[in-house]
T-cell receptor
Framework: GAVVSQHPSRVICKSGTSVKIECRSLDFQATTMFWYRQFPKQSLMLMAT?????????EQGVEKDKFLINHASLTLSTLTVTSAHPEDSSFYICSAPITGMNEQFFGPGTRLTVL | AQKITQTQPGMFVQEKEAVTLDCTYDTSDQSYGLFWYKQPSSGEMIFLIY??????QNATEGRYSLNFQKARKSANLVISASQLGDSAMYFC??????????????FGTGTSLTVIP
């Protein structure tokens, strides 16, 4: 089956610093990837759609200047949390669809803790 | 975004029994398919089952089956012969029609299932 990886799996940073999270499709090309955020005991909330070769599309209420998304290639999308604060502590998970298939393939997630 | 409702925040089931997890969605279009995903405590999202809106028969994948009622906009997940490893969060997500939607998912609020030995 298709595999999506995320790096790092866990990160702890100080308030005010920036953190980059990578999402890679390992055995398929993904022109589109999705970024979700999940707070404890809550559902996954779609943050943005990452598009290879163009700007990301952000969901309402998500600050594009705080959550920078770059879809550098057909297998890599990055999410940078800029000037992170404790309220940004969350589980971030990416997914990628494969053309012609309805199913999405999820990465294992990144747990961010901002001190 | 669509409104997706999972009315059972927490469910308990005895091992080896069957359990039904509810999911309803509020959309203007009946041409929606629906996914169910399982999320254990590790956080990974595990695909369970999918049914397209035009599928005649309810989908079945091993111990998982869907009770899909398009007119009522509900797609309940039935897990038969529950196992301890079924303890997890379960999320449903409607799939909008058409390929140009980008296949983004808007998940329901989730149901926490605990299987009791």
């Amino acid at each position: 089956g298709a595999v999506v990886s995320q790096h790092p799996s866990r990160v702890i940073c100080k308030s005010g610093t920036s953190v980059k999270i990578e999402c890679r499709s390992l055995d398929f090309q993904a022109t589109t990837m999705f970024w979700y955020r999940q707070f404890p005991k809550q559902s996954l909330m779609l943050m943005a759609t990452s598009n290879e070769g163009s700007k990301a599309t952000y969901e309402q209420g998500v600050e594009k200047d705080k959550f920078l998304i770059n879809h550098a290639s057909l297998t890599l999308s990055t999410l940078t949390v800029t000037s992170a604060h404790p309220e940004d502590s969350s589980f971030y998970i990416c997914s990628a669809p494969i053309t012609g298939m309805n199913e999405q393939f999820f990465g294992p997630g990144t747990r961010l803790t901002v001190l | 975004a669509q409104k997706i409702t999972q009315t059972q925040p927490g469910m308990f089931v005895q091992e080896k029994e069957a359990v039904t997890l509810d999911c309803t969605y509020d959309t203007s279009d009946q041409s929606y398919g629906l996914f169910w995903y399982k999320q254990p405590s590790s956080g990974e999202m595990i695909f369970l089952i999918y049914q397209g809106s035009y599928d005649e028969q309810n989908a079945t994948e091993g111990r998982y089956s869907l009770n899909f009622q398009k007119a009522r906009k509900s797609a309940n997940l039935v897990i038969s012969a529950s196992q301890l490893g079924d303890s997890a969060m379960y999320f449903c997500a409607p799939l909008p029609p058409g390929q140009d939607t980008g296949n983004q998912f808007y998940f329901g609020t989730g149901t926490s299932l605990t299987v009791i030995p």
